[in-house]
T-cell receptor, first 116, second 115 residues
């Protein structure tokens, strides 16, 4: 089974500062990777996904993530934080690329706080 | 607009009672999933279904049951055997047969608490 590690359960930044949320995966074969965002008492919304077309993936709300195979990482960044970015962020990895089950394995999440 | 509807938004269970959480989607997706979310633990897979009348256990299926009689619907029953049911439950769906790169789409969840 795949596994995902999100370093830092809580991250705090000032408004306008760089946001960096870390994600490492366990697979020896590059899987598909996803970042989701969750606002309080809501479901998960897809921010972006990596499917091997490009190592730097741009998503919604100004977020982007870079796939680094050598580091088995897929860290999420945003150059300038906004108050509305305060939420919980989840990194997820798919099963092997040949699978059709579509099962995802989620990290434990990182709660982002943005200070004014 | 297409989407996933979960109901109710809040649900309370008495001791020894079974409760059913509803999940309906109009996205024409074949695959559907149920997750349990607890603070600091991420999402854990309870059950999933790739096609009508077929479903598989996930990682934490004990104390739960599902059915998939219609493509649009994937209800989850939390039985009295589930001793710690208090959690946020999320339903998701995705088109199947298109490989693992298709993302899952999520409903807005049901929060279950014990009375």
């Amino acid at each position: 089974a795949q596994s995902v590690t999100q370093l830092g359960s809580h991250v705090s930044v000032s408004e306008g500062a760089l946001v960096l949320l870390r994600c490492n995966y366990s697979s020896s074969v590059p899987p598909y990777l996803f970042w989701y965002v969750q606002y309080p008492n809501q479901g998960l919304q897809l921010l972006l996904k990596y499917t091997s077309a490009a190592t730097l993936v741009k998503g919604i709300n100004g977020f982007e993530a870079e796939f680094k195979k050598s580091e088995t990482s897929f860290h999420l960044t945003k150059p300038s934080a906004h108050m509305s970015d305060a939420a919980e962020y989840f990194c997820a990895v798919s099963e092997d690329r040949g699978s059709t089950l579509g099962r995802l394995y989620f990290g434990r999440g990182t709660q982002l706080t943005v200070w004014p | 607009d297409g989407g996933i509807t979960q109901s109710p938004k809040y649900l309370f269970r008495k001791e020894g009672q079974n409760v059913t959480l509803s999940c309906e989607q109009n996205l024409n997706h074949d695959a559907m999933y149920w997750y349990r979310q607890d603070p600091g633990q991420g999402l854990r897979l309870i059950y999933y279904s790739q096609i009508v009348n077929d479903f598989q256990k996930g990682d934490i299926a004990e104390g739960y049951s599902v059915s998939r009689e219609k493509k649009e619907s994937f209800p989850l029953t939390v039985t009295s055997a589930q001793k710690n049911p208090t959690a946020f439950y999320l339903c998701a769906s995705r088109p199947s047969g298109q490989g693992a790169g298709q993302p899952q789409h999520f409903g807005d969840g049901t929060r279950l608490s014990i009375l």
